[in-house]
C-alpha cells in the first residue's frame, strides 16, 4: 500500500544533501564548509534554514565547529562513536540495553585479548605497562584507576591492529563509563582486583598465551558485568522504595 508524502521541512532537505555528500567522500574529514551566507546563496535558502541543518548534523556527529583562529564548521571523521553518542542518555536508561551491552562488551574484549596476544608488538606491551602503572598510582592515591583502566583496555584494542573493533570497544567503553567508574568505586577492593587481572591479562599477552588471555579476560569482564548490574537492581529498587520510605 502506498502511503501519503510527507512534507519535508526544508532544512531536512539540506541535510540530506550535505549528507550525501560526505557519504560519497565529495567531503571529506577536515574539510571546511563554507560560509553560511555562501551556503544559503548557493542552495537558495534563508540562513536559518543553514543554521538548522548545520546544528542537525553536529548533533547527528557528521560536522564540528570550531572557534578562533581558523574557526568555521567542519566535516567530523565519521565513526561508531560519532554516530551513535547523541543517542547515548536515551539509550542508558534502558536496562536491557545496560545488560546486552555488557554482553556484546564480553564478546569484544575476549577477541581483543586473542588478538593482542597475537599481534602485539613491542611498542603495544610498553603501553600496556605504562597504563597499569597509571592505574596502580592512582590507586595508592585512593582514587578509581579508572583513567588508566581506560588507557588499559585502549592499548589492548590498539594491539589488535583492527580498527572496526577498535572503534566497537571505543563505543561500548564509553557508553558503560558511569557504570564502570560505579564499579571501580563500589568498594577499596573492587578497582585492587581489576589492577590484578589487569597484571595477569598483560603477562599472557607478553607471553604470546592467546588462550590464557581469553579466559582471564572473560573472568574479568563477568565480575566487572556481575557488579554492574547488582549496582543497577540495587539503585533501581532505591528509587522504587523511595516514595514509600518519605510517607511513613
Known sequence: ????????????????????????????????????????????????????????????????SKVGVGGGTYVKKITINNILSPFSQILLQNDDFIVELLEVRLFLEIEVARLAAIRRDEEDLKKIHEAIEEMETAIRRGETGLLGDNAFHKALAVATSNTVLQQLLLLCGNLLELEREEHLSSSKTESKKALIQHKKLAHAIEQGNDKQAQTIMRDHIHDISKTIKSNRANRAQQLAGGPDEETE
Open 1 to 64: 500500500m502506498l502511503e501519503p508524502v510527507k512534507k519535508i521541512r526544508l532544512y531536512e532537505s539540506i541535510v540530506k544533501q550535505i549528507q550525501k555528500l560526505i557519504l560519497s567522500g565529495e567531503l571529506q574529514p577536515g574539510d571546511r564548509l563554507p560560509p553560511e551566507r555562501m551556503l544559503a546563496e548557493q542552495l537558495n535558502v534563508s540562513r536559518t534554514a543553514i543554521r538548522e541543518a548545520l546544528r542537525s548534523l553536529e548533533m547527528m556527529g557528521f560536522l564540528e
